[in-house]
T-cell receptor
Framework: GAGVSQSPSNKVTEKGKDVELRCDPISGHTALYWYRQSLGQGLEFLIYFQGNSAPDKSGLPSDRFSAERTGGSVSTLTIQRTQQEDSAVYLC?????????????FGPGTRLTVL | SQKIEQNSEALNIQEGKTATLTCNYTNYSPAYLQWYRQDPGRGPVFLLLIRENEKEKRKERLKVTFDTTLKQSLFHITASQPADSATYLCALERSSNTGKLIFGQGTTLQVKP
């Protein structure tokens, strides 16, 4: 079946602009995770959803970052007033449940470049 | 704070040899530890999960050990092949049973023919 998809695959924007990144999880997966990967760094947890609710937003770097999920499916990560330090690959993953033993299936990521 | 360390230097080995990658962690006692593979420009792909009460887990040419006393996991690839060349990430559950993971920065493995 189809895996996790993300769009756009690449996004170049100017400092100060807002961007929206989209994630389509595997159908039926209730848990959805957003991570950020900067060059040469490990994945940094941002936020996760169980259904449409986000029990833990503690990883969001600042109040410029927000995310929502609708219909228990598609999720959007929004970054307002982008800064150069926001440049990174943003990865989305989904899993059947929000459980430590459930495999997380990752999308290919969105590479964000802020000029 | 919780911290995971993987050898940031690339590991270069000859085809057919066994590759061993190390993951050390501090300030945490995870119930589970996972290993992922990441190829350039792609998202990570799950390989193995090991529980705290399991000393060793195997899957084909892969073997993972988990030493909760040393706070260390070792990841072995036997009979390595050039196709095994990739970055390997270890990840720990960040908080109880939510699926939130803390990832190490990964170790890049290069298998030369």
């Amino acid at each position: 079946g189809a895996g996790v998809s993300q769009s756009p695959s690449n996004k170049v924007t100017e400092k100060g602009k807002d961007v929206e990144l989209r994630c389509d999880p595997i159908s039926g997966h209730t848990a959805l995770y957003w991570y950020r990967q900067s060059l040469g760094q490990g994945l940094e947890f941002l936020i996760y959803f169980q259904g449409n609710s986000a029990p833990d937003k503690s990883g969001l770097p600042s109040d410029r970052f927000s995310a929502e999920r609708t219909g228990g499916s598609v999720s959007t990560l929004t970054i307002q007033r982008t800064q150069q330090e926001d440049s990174a690959v943003y990865l989305c993953a989904s899993s059947p449940q929000a459980a430590a033993t459930d495999t997380q299936y990752f999308g290919p990521g969105t590479r964000l470049t802020v000029l | 704070s919780q911290k995971i360390e993987q050898n940031s230097e690339a590991l270069n080995i000859q085809e057919g040899k066994t590759a061993t990658l190390t993951c050390n962690y501090t300030n945490y006692s995870p119930a589970y530890l996972q290993w992922y593979r990441q190829d350039p420009g792609r998202g990570p792909v799950f390989l193995l999960l090991i529980r705290e009460n399991e000393k060793e887990k195997r899957k084909e040419r892969l073997k993972v050990t988990f030493d909760t006393t040393l706070k260390q996991s070792l990841f072995h690839i036997t009979a390595s092949q050039p196709a095994d060349s990739a970055t390997y990430l270890c990840a720990l559950e960040r908080s109880s049973n939510t699926g939130k993971l803390i990832f190490g920065q990964g170790t890049t493995l290069q298998v030369k023919p």
